[in-house]
C-alpha cells in the first residue's frame, strides 16, 4: 500500500494542476461562443435580412479564425517546453518570430477574407444577401491582424500556465461587443444604422481593443518579467518561423478538416428541409456548447505535456497526457448523461416546435453517444501537440473524417434513408476511428519516448543575435 501512495499523490497533483490550468482556458472558449450568440441575437434583432447575412459572414469568418488559431497553436507547446526545461530567458526570441508569423497570417487572412467572392458563389448565397455579407465581411476582415497576434499573445501566457488573462479578455470583449455592437447596428448617438456592416465593425474594433489590452499586459505584468519580449528587434528568422509553422500548419489543417466536416454534414442536411436543418442546428450548437469542456482541457493538457518534456520527465509526460485523459472522460461522463437521459427537454430550451423538438431529440442522443469518442479524440490531440506531434495527427483525422465520417454520413443518410440521423451516425464514426487512432499514437509516443529527439535543449537552441 505504502507504494501506491506516490503514485496516487501524483495522479491527484497532475490532475489538479491540469484543472486549474483548464478552467480558465474553458470559460474563454465560452465567452468566445458568446460573442458569436451576441452577434446573432443583436441582428436578429434588427431584421430577418441582417439576421441571414451575418450568419452567412459569419460562416466564412470562422475558417478564418480556424486557420489563425490552428497557426498560432504551435505557440504554447513551444513556450510550454522551454519553461520545463528553465529556458525562460529563451522565450523572447520564439515569442518575437511567433509575432512576424501571427502579423504574416493576419494579412493573408485579411486579404482572404476581403476576397471571398468565389467561396459565397460556390456556396449559392442568395443575391439579396450577397451585397450585405461582403460588406460584413469587408469590416470584419480588419480584425485578422489583431485575432493572429491575440492568440500569439494567449499562446505564449499559456504555454507558461498563466492561463487566466485569456479568460479575463475573453470575457472583458464579451463586455465591450454588446455596446458597440448595438450602437453600430442600430444606429445610435448619432451614428446612422450600419446593420450586417457594422457588425463587423464591432468585432473588428473589439478584436483590436482585446489584442491591445492583452499586449500591454503581458508587457507590464511581473509575471511575464525576465522573458526579454521584446528587448532588441529582430527581423524574420526563417529556421525559427519554419519550426513555428511545423508545428502550426498541420494543426491549422487539422481544425479545418473538423470544422469543413460538420459544415458539409450541414449542407447536406440543408437539402432535406426546412425541420431537418433546425434540428441539426440545435443539436450541433448543444454539443458544440458541451465541446468547450475537453477543448479547455486538452489546452491544458498540452502545457502540461510541454512542461514534462522540457523537463526530460518521461513519466511526467504519461501522468499529463493520461490523466488528462482520464479527467476528460469524466466529464465526457457527465454531458453524455444529461444527453442521453435529458435530450427532448434540451431541445424545448431551444424551440417550441413539436416535430424539431422530436428530431433535434434524437440527434441529441446521438451527439451524447460520440461525447467520450469527441473527449479523447480532442485530449489525445492536445496530448500530442504537447509532444509537437502534429502531422501525423493530421493524416489521421484528414482519414478519420473524410475517409471514414463523411462516406458513412453520405451513405447512411441518403443511401439508406435515414436522414439528418445518418448524417450524425456518420459523425460518430469518424470521431471514434478518430479518437483510437489519436489515444494508440500518444500511447506509443509516450512509452517509447520518441519525442526525446526533440527536446528543446537539443533542436531549439537560438543562433546568437548580434544587437544593433
Not at 167 to 173: A, R
Not at 174 to 184: E, M, S
Not at 263 to 273: P, R
Amino acid at each position: 500500500m505504502k507504494s501506491l501512495r506516490p503514485e496516487r499523490a501524483r495522479v491527484r497533483h497532475e490532475i489538479g494542476a491540469t484543472v486549474r490550468l483548464a478552467i480558465p482556458l474553458i470559460l474563454a472558449q465560452l465567452a468566445a461562443i458568446g460573442s458569436n450568440v451576441i452577434d446573432a441575437v443583436l441582428s436578429g434583432h434588427v431584421s430577418a435580412h441582417v439576421l441571414g447575412a451575418v450568419a452567412v459572414g459569419a460562416s466564412i469568418w470562422s475558417l478564418a479564425i480556424v486557420c489563425g488559431i490552428g497557426m498560432m497553436m504551435a505557440v504554447p507547446p513551444s513556450v510550454a517546453q522551454l519553461d520545463g526545461a528553465r529556458r525562460r530567458f529563451d522565450v523572447g526570441a520564439v515569442f518575437r518570430q511567433a509575432l512576424w508569423l501571427a502579423l504574416a497570417v493576419g494579412v493573408l487572412l485579411w486579404f482572404a477574407v476581403r476576397h471571398a467572392g468565389p467561396l459565397l458563389d460556390l456556396i449559392g448565397v442568395d443575391p439579396e444577401l450577397r451585397h450585405d455579407v461582403e460588406r460584413f465581411l469587408s469590416a470584419i476582415s480588419w480584425g485578422a491582424p489583431a485575432l493572429t497576434c491575440y492568440f500569439a499573445l494567449r499562446g505564449l501566457s499559456e504555454g507558461l500556465s498563466l492561463t487566466r488573462p485569456s479568460m479575463y479578455f475573453g470575457f472583458g470583449g464579451l463586455v465591450l461587443l454588446v455596446p458597440l455592437g448595438y450602437v453600430l447596428m442600430f444606429g445610435k448617438l448619432g451614428i446612422p444604422p450600419q446593420g450586417a456592416h457594422g457588425c463587423g465593425i464591432a468585432t473588428a474594433t473589439v478584436l483590436w481593443l482585446e489584442m491591445l489590452g492583452f499586449a500591454t499586459y503581458v508587457l507590464k505584468h511581473r509575471n511575464y518579467r525576465g522573458l526579454n519580449l521584446l528587448e532588441r528587434f529582430e527581423w524574420p528568422h526563417w529556421r525559427r518561423i519554419g519550426a513555428l509553422l511545423h508545428i502550426g500548419l498541420p494543426m491549422a489543417v487539422t481544425l479545418l478538416a473538423e470544422a469543413g466536416l460538420f459544415v458539409a454534414s450541414t449542407l447536406f442536411i440543408s437539402t432535406l428541409g426546412t425541420d431537418a436543418v433546425a434540428s441539426h442546428q440545435v443539436a450541433i450548437n448543444v454539443a458544440s456548447l458541451f465541446f468547450m469542456v475537453p477543448l479547455g482541457l486538452a489546452m491544458a493538457i498540452t502545457v502540461r505535456v510541454g512542461n514534462a518534456v522540457g523537463r526530460g520527465d518521461a513519466r511526467g509526460v504519461r501522468y499529463a497526457g493520461f490523466c488528462g485523459i482520464a479527467l476528460t472522460l469524466a466529464t465526457q461522463l457527465v454531458s453524455a448523461t444529461l444527453m442521453l437521459t435529458l435530450p427532448h427537454y434540451i431541445a424545448t430550451l431551444y424551440t417550441h416546435d413539436a416535430k424539431v423538438i422530436a428530431l433535434a431529440a434524437q440527434l441529441i442522443v446521438l451527439a451524447g453517444v460520440f461525447q467520450f469518442s469527441d473527449g479523447i479524440q480532442v485530449a489525445a490531440n492536445g496530448a500530442l501537440r504537447g509532444l509537437k506531434d502534429t502531422r501525423v495527427p493530421m493524416a489521421i483525422t484528414l482519414f478519420a473524417y473524410w475517409g471514414v465520417g463523411m462516406p458513412v454520413g453520405w451513405w447512411l443518410g441518403f443511401h439508406r434513408g435515414l436522414g439528418a440521423r445518418g448524417v450524425w451516425m456518420g459523425l460518430i464514426a469518424g470521431l471514434t476511428v478518430a479518437a483510437a487512432m489519436l489515444f494508440v499514437r500518444f500511447w506509443r509516443s509516450a512509452w517509447r519516448e520518441r519525442w526525446r529527439r526533440h527536446l528543446p535543449v537539443a533542436a531549439e537552441t537560438p543562433a546568437p543575435v548580434v544587437a544593433a
